[in-house]
T-cell receptor
């Protein structure tokens, strides 16, 4: 069964600090891995999409890494801001080309305090 | 503005009373999907559509119906809602199938079935 596990479940950090969120997956066959940001009560918004050949991808202060061998990904947030408070969801796409399915993690709830 | 819209945003209903949640996108996307999000669980796919008149079951299709008569619209129908369908529902669309295509989510519909 395809699974995506995220850690920690929740995290509180001070504004301006960096943090790293983790994602482990057991999904086969792997197509791509996505990170989403979901503000409370709103729909998820895509941050990055990476295929197995991409090790790192950045989107502003967000940097995602992927190790396809160990089936791990991380999302690093640099110089956090209050607006970064949200849930961050790791999603892995799998299946045959053109008919992939998404497996969602349960997310990491990040709170930035001033 | 490119977007996915859902209506209503909030709905309280009673068991057995048929309801429809509408979803519309203005990006000429071929792929559309419905998800539900419950506390402690990742988003789970209900139904998806690769194109007009083509729909398929996702992971949790029981108790739901969909239709795709037009490219822009993908309504979710609950013929006889039950309390276990109380959830937060998201519609999403992407240009084509999920292969490396970003998925855009609607704002969500919070449904309560009494």
């Amino acid at each position: 069964k395809n699974q995506v596990e995220q850690s920690p479940q929740s995290l509180i950090i001070l504004e301006g600090k960096n943090c790293t969120l983790q994602c482990n997956y057991t999904v086969s066959p792997f197509s791509n891995l996505r990170w989403y940001k979901q503000d409370t009560g709103r729909g998820p918004v895509s941050l990055t999409i990476m295929t197995f050949s991409e090790n790192t991808k950045s989107n502003g202060r967000y940097t995602a890494t992927l190790d396809a061998d160990t089936k791990q990904s991380s999302l690093h947030i640099t110089a956090s801001q209050l607006s970064d408070s949200a849930s961050y969801i790791c999603v892995v796409s799998s299946g045959p080309f053109g008919n992939e399915k998404l497996t969602f993690g349960t997310g990491t709830r990040l709170t930035i305090i001033p | 503005e490119a977007q996915v819209t859902q209506n209503p945003r909030y709905l309280i209903t009673v068991t057995g009373k048929k309801l429809t949640v509408t979803c519309s996108q203005n990006m000429n996307h071929e792929y559309m999907s419905w998800y539900r999000q419950d506390p402690g669980l990742g988003l789970r796919q209900i139904y998806y559509s690769m194109n007009v008149e083509v729909t398929d079951k996702g992971d949790v299709p029981e108790g739901y119906k969909v239709s795709r008569k037009e490219k822009r619209n993908f309504p979710l129908i609950l013929e006889s809602p039950s309390p276990n369908q109380t959830s937060l529902y998201f519609c999403a669309s992407s240009l084509m199938a999920l292969t490396y295509n970003e998925q855009f989510f609607g704002p969500g519909t919070r449904l309560t079935v009494l």
